[in-house]
């Protein structure tokens, strides 16, 4: 295994993400495979371990608790996060925060982050009325925290502006990145911006949750040219390697041979070099199939109802490659005249675009796409209401 230096920690480079733990038939959490990848990932070097309030309905903490009670609590790094992303009635950071402490079986966490700090949950985080972040400085005040940061999935600019908000408060930031989102969630900028602000970055989604394991059978072929014994998501892992300032890769590893497949890959390290990492950014435009925005931003100054329509394409480009609710988050945050679908099909935007783009078809189609899909505004009322059943068990 290989490490980062965290102030005076060595964190396991590869980190076990409990998002996706291995389920039964009925999709309930397999806690013997749990327990047997944890032991397996401790005996070779994995110290660094991921969890959330919402992960499997609330169980992930529990059995992820069990699992690392049953070694000492110096041996392992555990991060949890704090739910403000998702909507609720209230906000009760001391309410949460005690349940997760119980459910994971200890007396502290190493890392704690605020989950998903966005567009649509910054107002959530800042209100004094809930008070989320004096509560967890206070926290880590008490050594209940030993580090404070933070997710994110939002926009590079709402990124810089929170930081900048609240300077030298959080030592690290959680973002999705791989070679596709590299781009397309513009990945490289946030990687850039949060370098400058030497805050240390923990990866998620390094594989965008198994896409990048399987590719086209053309695709693979140009990988295997180039290294015939590495498998095709330790690829997307070593982008990650090749990276500056990435201090952990979560992955949400779900049987014991992805684990496996993942700590030959970390025991190899074998980061890109510039000609493997120019193919998979290659093969990364293959898999957008995007169209071509260069954000030039021509078409928002002439359109009539403020429209974002750079950002509606980038996130429709995202859809079309995989429709994951993550991609529609920041659209909760905006009223409905700034939303696709009051597009009034005037053209101008059209008119006035260099790359001759049919932007309100584009929004059209983004808006059949998104009422077909269910908002995070609903998966955060459902996870509201599971998570309301389990604490009345």
Not at 153 to 163: G, I, P, S, Y
Not at 263 to 282: A, G
Request: net charge negative; proline share 5%.
């Amino acid at each position: 295994m290989i490490y980062s230096d965290f102030k005076d920690l060595k964190l396991s480079k590869l980190g076990l993400g409990c998002m996706r733990l291995p389920v039964k038939e009925d999709k309930t959490i397999d806690e013997k495979q749990v327990f047997d990848m944890v032991d397996y990932a401790l005996k070779h070097g994995i110290n660094y371990f991921d969890t959330a309030w919402p992960y499997h309905d609330g169980l992930s903490e529990i059995v992820i608790g069990k699992a690392l009670k049953r070694y000492p609590r110096d041996s392992y790094y555990l991060a949890d996060k704090y739910p403000g992303h998702q909507i609720a009635s209230k906000y009760d950071p001391k309410d949460i925060f005690e349940q997760q402490l119980q459910k994971c079986q200890t007396d502290y966490f190493d890392f704690y982050l605020l989950h998903n700090v966005y567009e649509n949950s910054f107002d959530v985080y800042e209100d004094p009325k809930w008070g989320i972040i004096d509560y967890f400085v206070e926290q880590k005040k008490l050594g209940r925290i030993k580090h404070l940061g933070f997710s994110s999935h939002a926009q590079v600019n709402n990124l810089k502006d929170f930081l900048d908000r609240h300077p030298g408060l959080f030592e690290f930031v959680q973002i999705q990145l791989n070679y596709v989102d590299y781009s397309l969630q513009e990945a490289k900028k946030k990687v850039e911006l949060l370098n400058s602000y030497h805050l240390p970055i923990i990866v998620m989604e390094p594989i965008r949750g198994g896409k990048l394991a399987s590719l086209s059978a053309e695709d693979e072929q140009r990988l295997k040219a180039l290294r015939p014994d590495s498998s095709i998501a330790s690829w997307a892992l070593n982008f990650n390697l090749s990276l500056d300032g990435i201090a952990v890769i979560l992955s949400g590893m779900s049987n014991m041979d992805q684990l496996k497949d993942n700590v030959e890959t970390f025991e190899r390290n074998k980061p890109l070099n510039s000609e493997e990492k120019q193919v998979v950014l290659e093969i990364a435009e293959t898999l957008k199939k995007a169209v071509p925005c260069t954000k030039c931003r021509y078409c928002t100054a002439g359109c009539p109802m403020q429209i974002d329509i750079p950002e509606m394409i980038a996130t429709y480009n995202e859809l079309k490659m995989d429709k994951r609710v993550n991609a529609i988050m920041w659209l909760d945050a905006l009223e409905a005249d700034r939303l696709p679908g009051a597009c009034l099909k005037c053209g101008a935007c059209e008119k006035i675009c260099p790359q001759r783009i049919a932007i309100p078809e584009i929004l059209s189609e983004l808006t059949e796409i998104i009422e077909g899909m269910p908002s995070w505004k609903q998966i955060s009322k459902e996870r509201e209401e599971a998570a309301n059943k389990l604490k009345q068990k």
